[in-house]
């Protein structure tokens, strides 16, 4: 904020988005406008919403600070060209950015944001300039819509609301500040659970942290639900597009093991078939779970962009990466923390005992699989390539330990 992400820059690359649009036959069908609760937001969507005007491109714009997922749902929904989202998901408080949805509601594909690129290469060589910001008229004359009907009606389609409701499951949910506040929470109060909030308020800061549902930024939600005893704690992050689970005895669930239980509740309690997806970074423990259905691995690069495009092209029962990321069957190709929250809170519901028990049956059957993530945060760019560079150099052994097999 404030050093390459200006009005400025963000007019460009609206403007050159308007013009893959229109290059493209695509700008009658209309575009939607969201952002996340992140510093000034709402007047960056407003700002972009009347360049694309300016253009001839019809232009909805979010009523508050939406989800990434409810965003791309209704593009779908409402058969728009696209959309573009303000949003700089899980990173610090200090960045945005622009993510363009394209008319599937899913990561835009290689060939798109390629015309995108070269039509931000032309503005800049033409020395293209936007009109100035003016916050007293930000959101003057723009067509504004709530989508968060639709995509409940949606999204609760895709669960066993009935198991759920004879269940009574008692949940903590942490929006982290986030867009997902008045969304998790009011369905999960309509498919009958106990709901309490915390952190729902709008804080652009996100307390001088991160809006990531890690184990080490889930402290008050562990501590919220062993002090409640409830069933489940169920995070996301700044846009909802990722998701964090705690026990009810305050354990954190890592996505890789949340991805696992899904795709074996999926598989065994809701008769799904089809393909399973996965990155490369993501657990093997899918691949033993699919195996013993006899269904399809598919490994992609890292980004859920790689997961779209088999979930475009093929039936897809889960698809899902080891940072956070899930989507199912019947949705639409995108990263989805609200409803891989449900999805948690199903499984609790008709397995008729405590996700930690769960979390046991499955390694009975399946083994134990280990990982650890680690962040690691690289202010020198040049040390950053040269780590880069080691980490290409596969070793012979690790720890004292000789490397058997390198996949």
Avoid at 8 to 19: A, H, P
Wanted: glycine fraction near 8%; charge should be negative.
């Amino acid at each position: 904020m404030c050093d390459s992400f200006t009005f400025e820059n963000v007019g460009i690359v609206v403007k050159s988005i308007g013009d893959y649009l229109n290059s493209n036959m695509l700008s009658s069908k209309g575009v939607l406008v969201g952002y996340d609760p992140r510093f000034m937001s709402e007047d960056f969507a407003a700002f972009s919403a009347k360049i694309l005007s300016k253009m001839g491109i019809k232009v909805l714009v979010t009523d508050r600070d939406t989800p990434t997922p409810v965003v791309a749902y209704t593009v779908k929904d409402l058969n728009l060209a696209g959309a573009i989202m303000f949003t700089a998901s899980h990173n610090p408080p200090e960045y945005n950015g622009i993510k363009w949805i394209p008319h599937y509601g899913g990561p835009a594909n290689k060939g798109i944001t390629a015309q995108i690129e070269r039509a931000i290469n032309s503005n800049c060589e033409a020395g293209y300039v936007c009109e100035k910001f003016s916050k007293d008229l930000s959101f003057k004359g723009l067509e504004t819509i709530d989508p968060k009907e639709s995509y409940e009606r949606a999204v609760m389609k895709l669960i066993d609301v009935n198991a759920i409701k004879r269940a009574n499951v008692k949940v903590v949910y942490d929006p982290m500040h986030g867009a997902g506040r008045g969304y998790l929470d009011d369905i999960l109060r309509k498919v009958g659970c106990e709901v309490q909030v915390i952190r729902e308020d709008r804080d652009p800061l996100f307390e001088g942290g991160t809006p990531d549902p890690c184990e080490e930024r889930l402290a008050k939600l562990r501590n919220c639900v062993i002090g409640s005893g409830a069933d489940l704690g169920l995070a996301t992050d700044g846009d909802s597009d990722r998701f964090g689970v705690i026990d009810a005895r305050g354990n954190y669930i890592c996505p890789n093991k949340v991805i696992s239980l899904l795709l074996l509740h999926l598989i065994r309690d809701r008769n799904l078939n089809g393909k399973v997806v996965r990155t490369v970074a993501t657990t093997h423990l899918i691949d033993k779970i699919a195996r013993k259905s006899e269904m399809e691995v598919v490994e992609t690069p890292v980004g859920f962009k790689y997961i779209c495009e088999e979930m475009l092209n093929s039936d897809v029962v889960i698809g899902g990466e080891e940072s956070g990321g899930l989507s199912i069957m019947g949705h639409v190709p995108e990263k989805d923390g609200i409803l891989a929250n449900l999805l948690m809170v199903e499984l609790v519901a008709m397995s008729n005992k405590g996700l930690f028990d769960v979390l046991q049956d499955l390694v009975k059957e399946f083994g134990e699989v280990c990982n650890k993530r680690l962040d690691c945060r690289l202010e020198d760019m040049e040390k950053a390539a040269s780590a880069l560079d080691r980490l290409k150099t596969l070793p012979d052994s690790l720890n004292g330990s000789q490397v058997a097999k390198v996949k």
